[in-house]
Nanobody, 117 residues
């Protein structure tokens, strides 16, 4: 089992920055891919950014140039640096980890980011 706990969310104004963190614990050695998803009110959950261990990150077009995903394998932590935040970035952000060895996919409980205009 892998446990994921997000932190760093909150209420900010448009143009501000936030850094989300996702601390992984448990059988973290199985984790290959990690990602951030978000779900805005009334909308489906969407992939925001993903990163494969040792690989290049990928971003949804709406956050390219503003968000940066990174991971510190030594600390078992995933980050999402969010700059130039917009009201449309308001959502619950979820951390996701994939363990292909055990065919398991794990989710955090999510953390709310609210961007006021």
């Amino acid at each position: 089992q892998v446990q994921l706990v997000e932190s760093g969310g909150g209420l900010v104004q448009a143009g501000d920055s936030l850094r989300l963190s996702c601390a992984a614990s448990g059988n973290t050695i199985c984790i290959r891919d990690m990602a951030w998803y978000r779900q805005a009110p009334g909308k489906e959950r969407e992939l925001v950014a993903s990163i494969i261990s040792g690989g290049s990150p990928n971003y949804v077009d709406s956050v390219k140039g503003r968000f940066t995903i990174s991971r510190d394998n030594a600390k078992n932590t995933l980050y999402l640096q969010m700059n130039s935040l917009k009201p449309e970035d308001t959502a619950v952000y979820y951390c996701n980890a994939d363990c292909p060895r055990y065919m398991k996919n794990y989710w955090g409980k999510g953390i709310l980011v609210t961007v006021s205009s």
